[in-house]
């Protein structure tokens, strides 16, 4: 007798553990499901403004720490300019048109772009030089030279310059364009654009 019982609780034994298996399988694809969908959740959520539809993302250059610091756009809306990076700190100009890189700079020391302008006729671009400097650094955008100048030589002459909170997201003066550094990958720029 003992010979037949032997093999029946294995079989048993065999039946229960398959049934395991099989329990433990639902619950790992169920698991896996539940993952997913916040995983789409977040990401929805990530690329979601109200009012407006998400249109492109803008990748870091190629820099030594690629992570997006601060956005300003020009008064005419033709560049967003982006700051990567610090020592050197790495400034880009984006084209609004297409949000392709239209040029990189590579500035020696931080700044705020706070402090930071476009000349009026946006030919030139005027970086804070330090926060505690009556100097500013000017790009001419067309021949991507770069000087240093006195403040009382700039358009907005000089100014008393205080520390701002650094720009993590600018709407465009018509407000068709929302534009943030994403929370999540702080290396790319959303843009968004207002829906009809």
């Not at 492109?56 to 030594?64: E, N, Q, S, Y």
């Not at 610091?69 to 560049?79: A, F, R, S, T």
């Not at 205080?162 to 709407?171: A, C, L, S």
Request: proline share 5%; glycine share 4%; net charge positive.
């Amino acid at each position: 007798m003992n010979s037949n019982i032997l093999p029946l609780q294995a079989s048993n034994t065999f039946i229960s553990f398959n049934r395991k298996l099989t329990n433990m399988s639902r619950i790992a694809t169920l698991l896996f499901i539940f993952m997913l969908s916040l995983f789409a959740g977040n990401v929805y959520g990530q690329y979601s403004k109200d009012g407006y539809r998400f249109e492109h993302k803008i990748k870091a250059p190629r820099v030594r720490r690629p992570i997006a610091h601060e956005l300003m756009l020009d008064p005419q809306g033709k560049y967003l300019i982006v700051t990567y990076s610090s020592h050197p700190t790495v400034v880009v100009l984006y084209d609004t048109n297409n949000w392709l890189e239209k040029a990189t700079y590579q500035i020696p020391k931080w700044f705020d772009l706070s402090n930071s302008f476009m000349g009026p006729k946006g030919k030139f671009l005027y970086l804070d030089f330090e926060r505690y400097s009556s100097k500013y650094r000017r790009i001419n955008l067309q021949t991507n030279e770069i000087d240093t100048l006195e403040c009382y030589a700039t358009p907005r002459g000089c100014m008393p310059k205080e520390g701002g909170v650094p720009q993590k997201e600018v709407y465009t003066d018509d407000k068709t364009y929302y534009i943030t550094i994403n929370k999540r990958n702080r290396r790319d720029i959303l843009v968004f654009r207002k829906e009809d």
